[in-house]
Every structure is written in structure tokens, then in C-alpha cells.
């Protein structure tokens, strides 16, 4: 659980930056990659168990938690977000958050599952 807890934090600091900065999508995937690499390093480090399963979780968790803040401050995303504004401009609010969050989510079940992949062939690679 504490590695869930660790690994998921990272969507609070996205869902935060995004909405209060503002990303351009080439940075904000650049960050996610950071991560990821770390989150690697990290379950390589620990040994994680079941490392699909555990990375698969946390990084869902990771992308509901980012769509999840950027939802709650989305006037504020808007704003610090100007080029999104076409999907802004042709969607409603329920439209954009339904958005937001399942984009969140998708991609996160996505890039953990894939996390949890790399770690568990190089656990492999150790043993």
C-alpha cells in the first residue's frame, strides 16, 4: 500500500502543475516520462512484488487523481491551458471533465501496465 500511495502521489503534483501553471502536452508528457523512469528505478530498487499488478494500479490511481485535480480547478486550467482552447471552446463542462477524467485514467491503466512490465523484466534480468 505504501508503494501505491508513493507512486500515485506523482498524479497530484501533475493534476497541481497543469492546472496552476499550465503544461504544453510535449512538456507534460516529458514529465510523465520522468516519472515513470523513477517510478522503474523505484520498483526495481524495492523489489517490488507483483510489479504489473502494484505499477498498473498505482499509475491508474495516479491519472484519476490528475484528471480529478485539474477538474476541480479547471476554470483555472482554462486559463493557464491556452492551447487547448479549441476543445474547450466546442465542449461543455461535463463534457470536459468526463473527458479529462477517462484520458486520466486510460492512461494511466496504459503507461502502469507497461511500467510494471519494464520493472518486472528487469527484476528478472537480477535474479
Known amino acids: ?52 499488478r502494484r505499477m498498473a494500479f498505482a499509475s491508474t490511481l495516479a491519472g484519476l487523481l490528475t484528471g480529478s485535480i485539474q477538474v476541480i480547478l479547471m476554470e483555472k486550467y482554462r486559463v493557464n491551458n491556452p492551447w487547448y482552447s479549441a476543445s474547450f471552446e466546442t465542449s461543455t463542462a461535463s463534457e470536459l471533465s468526463t473527458a479529462i477524467l477517462g484520458l486520466g485514467i486510460g492512461k494511466g491503466l496504459l503507461f502502469g501496465i507497461v511500467t510494471g512490465i519494464i520493472v518486472a523484466k528487469l527484476q528478472a534480468r537480477r535474479t
Open 1 to 52: 500500500m505504501r508503494d501505491t500511495v508513493i507512486l500515485a502521489s506523482t498524479g497530484v503534483i501533475m493534476g497541481f502543475l497543469s492546472s496552476l501553471v499550465g503544461l504544453p502536452a510535449a512538456v507534460e508528457l516529458a514529465l510523465w516520462l520522468a516519472f515513470y523512469v523513477l517510478w522503474v528505478v523505484y520498483g526495481v530498487k524495492m523489489d517490488m512484488a507483483s510489479p504489473v
